[in-house]
């Protein structure tokens, strides 16, 4: 693997109410392209916090999704996170990919599930880095999660900066951001905000309502149990440290995820947090290419 990639180009899919970006970068110049990379991200993150892992595949055409309501792409508060995986599913056959290897983190990695599930012709593999995808209790029926009066704290999120460099001065020394790799955590910064509506400043690309939303809606889909039956690729389970569901940095996966799946393998990686990929994507990549080519 080498660091060496063209910059990506930013393409937008119509994919049912919205506009869907994508960020894709073509293999660099005297590689003969590889199996192409789709990316999917966790909530609240963006597509561009995957280029220091993208970097290291420079034969492989990647594609990184701005997951509906976050990045570049349009969308607000959902309810049904099977939405998502419409997007993402629509989106793939727009652009004529089949039998890629998906990888994907926390909400991504969800969604990449479903969508394998659904569409089997999608991917070859999936590498899923502690998917948001609990034991069957948690999607037992049950008083909801959150409310209108009592939200996810995650709306209470700052909103507005005048720059990328005042976000990155206000949660350089903050959890989790502290744990995050440099590149990683500038990335970021720099690509997740947008030009603020009034023309001065900036926001955040997803805005708090969408995040609190995304948290809201986590029970929404638990067919994804049954769909994980039906996902007939390889596919590996990264899972990280696990403490409580009351800390972020906890792994919120199934331990018993893997055997759910027919053709599923599980990483246990305790030295982790559920930011593995953001704290050392180097280590990211190589778990990522070993599974390519087992």
């Known amino acids: 693997m080498t660091a060496t990639r063209p910059a990506p180009v930013t393409r937008l899919y119509p994919v049912g109410d919205i ?22 991200h966790a909530t609240g993150f963006h597509g561009r916090v995957f280029d220091a892992i993208i970097e290291q595949f420079p034969a492989h055409p990647a594609y990184a999704i701005d997951l509906r ?8 508060p959902i ?8 997007d993402v599913a629509t989106f793939l056959d727009a652009a004529g990919l089949t039998q890629a290897v998906g990888i994907g983190h926390s909400m991504g990695a969800h969604t990449l599930v479903q969508v394998a599930a659904d569409h089997p012709e999608a991917f070859a593999r999936l ?18 999660l959150y409310t209108a009066d009592n939200p996810h704290p995650a709306i209470r999120r700052k909103r507005d ?21 440099p590149r990683v955590f500038e990335d970021y910064c720099r690509y997740g905000l947008v ?22 809606s986590s029970r929404s889909n638990g067919a994804v149990l049954e769909a994980a ?8 389970v990264v899972r990280a440290q696990m403490t409580s569901l009351n800390d972020f940095k906890s792994s919120p996966t199934w331990p018993e995820l893997a055997r759910r799946l027919p053709l599923g393998s599980d990483l246990y990686r305790p030295d982790r947090t559920h930011f593995h990929p953001f704290e050392d994507p180097l280590d990211a990549a190589q778990i990522i290419d070993s599974f390519m080519k087992t």
């Open 161 to 181: 900066f005048a720059s990328a460099e005042e976000m990155m001065e206000r949660f350089r020394t903050r959890d989790p951001y502290i744990l995050f790799a």
């Open 79 to 86: 309810s049904d996170w099977k939405v998502v995986a419409r």
């Open 127 to 144: 590498v899923l880095f502690d998917p948001v995808i609990l034991a069957p209790e948690f999607y037992a029926p049950g008083e909801p």
């Open 19 to 40: 506009d869907l970006a994508v960020h894709e970068w073509a293999p660099a110049a005297g590689h003969t392209p590889a199996v192409p990379l789709v990316f999917a």
């Open 195 to 216: 030009p603020a509506p009034a023309g001065e400043g900036m926001e955040l690309a997803c805005a708090p309502e969408m995040e609190a939303s995304v948290y809201a």
């Open 69 to 76: 309501g976050h990045g570049q792409s349009g969308g607000g």
């Open 229 to 236: 039956t039906r996902v007939t690729v390889p596919v590996l």
